[in-house]
């Protein structure tokens, strides 16, 4: 079994236009989708990412606040899970809740030995 990575992007990490119920009936569809992970022993961890940070960059080691990227490029939360390769990773990430918005986006990386 391999480790991989999910990084999610836009949707609703950045929706704020949703009532407080539509927020918690969508939170509870991502309870629902981690469960059914856990279930079949596919989910390693994740959680959501503070919208707040610093970057460091280059040889002199430049610190700033950040990250600035556009809304649907910030990074909001990760997952790890197990996968016996990437086509069965990615398809385990096409029941994410971040999906039911047009700019949600999962990146799925593989996580590699050192």
């Known amino acids: 079994m391999k480790k991989f990575l999910y990084l999610f992007r836009g949707g609703d ?3 704020v ?3 407080p119920a539509e927020m918690e009936a969508h939170m509870d569809r991502w309870k629902s989708w981690m ?3 856990a279930g079949q022993g596919k989910l390693v961890d994740g959680l959501p990412l503070s919208g707040e940070g610093m970057t460091v960059e280059g040889t002199n080691k430049v610190v700033s606040n950040g990250p600035f990227a556009e809304g649907s490029e910030i990074v909001g939360g990760y997952l790890m899970v197990n996968a016996a390769d990437i086509s069965e990773a990615v398809e385990l990430s096409k029941g994410c ?4 918005f047009k700019d949600g986006n999962i ?3 593989e996580i590699l030995s050192m």
């Open 17 to 19: 236009n949703q009532s």
């Open 107 to 109: 990146e799925v990386r």
């Open 97 to 100: 809740p971040i999906l039911e």
């Open 13 to 15: 990490a950045r929706n």
């Open 35 to 37: 469960g059914q992970l």
